[in-house]
């Protein structure tokens, strides 16, 4: 059983289009949360839910935008792609308190703008 | 602000040799402290992680990592480095007081030679 499963595992798409990417966690997280791996393998947060709820939201351009239609469930959905969105995208999971927290990875999404 | 500092981009280590990542931090809460590593196409695998209590604490994989808090540092630690551990290597520094958010080093490539 894959604990946190991203899809789609890559993604080529062209200027301008408009994408999804699935992550979903069978771990009873409560806690969920979308990382950017950029070409130099800089791990960067973007967004965090917590029991769908948006807890953390950095400085992102709002092309991004995450949608958690419950607790085990976090999208990411971009408009208008641009080259610069090019990287390796990975969701994880977590408690949110307790000795538990630690994130959980999936396997990541690397998409490819053109 | 936040910050996680790994000194080194590169390390190569002989087959059987001990191996150190370093890892620094920068936080203004009490911290909690994780190493991951990631093998090339993969997502993130955690190897350890520190909350309280003892300062050494061992992870998978034959890994160790040592907190003193003194020198805000948590290094990693391998008596002998078997040539499967050849990956990078991410430290994280996270807190409850942030959010959960965890905050990455830059990321150490360990190279391993037989």
């Known amino acids: 059983d894959t604990a946190v499963s991203q899809t789609p595992k890559y993604l080529v798409t062209q200027m301008g289009n408009d994408k999804s990417i699935k992550c979903e966690q069978n771990?009873?997280?409560?806690?969920m949360y979308w990382y950017k791996q950029d070409s130099k393998k800089f791990l960067k947060i973007m967004f965090s839910?917590?029991?769908?709820?948006?807890?953390i939201n950095e400085t992102v351009p709002n092309r991004f935008s995450p949608k958690s239609p419950d607790k085990a469930h976090l999208n990411l959905h971009i408009n208008s792609l641009e080259l610069g969105d090019s990287a390796v995208y990975f969701c994880a999971s977590s408690h949110s308190t307790g000795s538990n927290y630690g994130y959980t990875f999936g396997s990541g999404t690397r998409l490819t703008v053109v | 602000a936040q910050s996680v500092t790994q000194p080194d981009i590169h390390i190569t280590v002989s087959e059987g040799a001990s191996l150190e990542l370093r890892c620094n931090y920068s936080?203004?809460?009490?911290?909690?402290l994780f190493w991951y590593v990631q093998s090339p196409g993969q997502g993130l695998q955690l190897l350890l992680k520190?909350?309280?209590?003892?300062?050494l604490v061992q992870g998978i994989k034959g890994f160790e990592a040592e907190f003193k808090r003194s020198q805000s540092s948590f290094n990693l630690r391998k008596p002998s480095v078997h040539w499967s551990d050849a990956a990078e290597y991410f430290c994280?520094?996270?807190?409850?007081?942030?959010?959960?958010?965890?905050?990455f080093g830059a990321g150490t490539i360990l190279r391993v030679k037989s």
């Open positions: 771990l009873g997280h409560d806690t």
């Open positions: 520190y909350f309280s209590g003892d300062t």
């Open positions: 936080y203004g809460a009490t911290p909690y």
């Open positions: 994280a520094v996270g807190a409850m007081e942030y959010g959960n958010k965890l905050v």
């Open positions: 839910y917590n029991n769908k709820e948006l807890i």
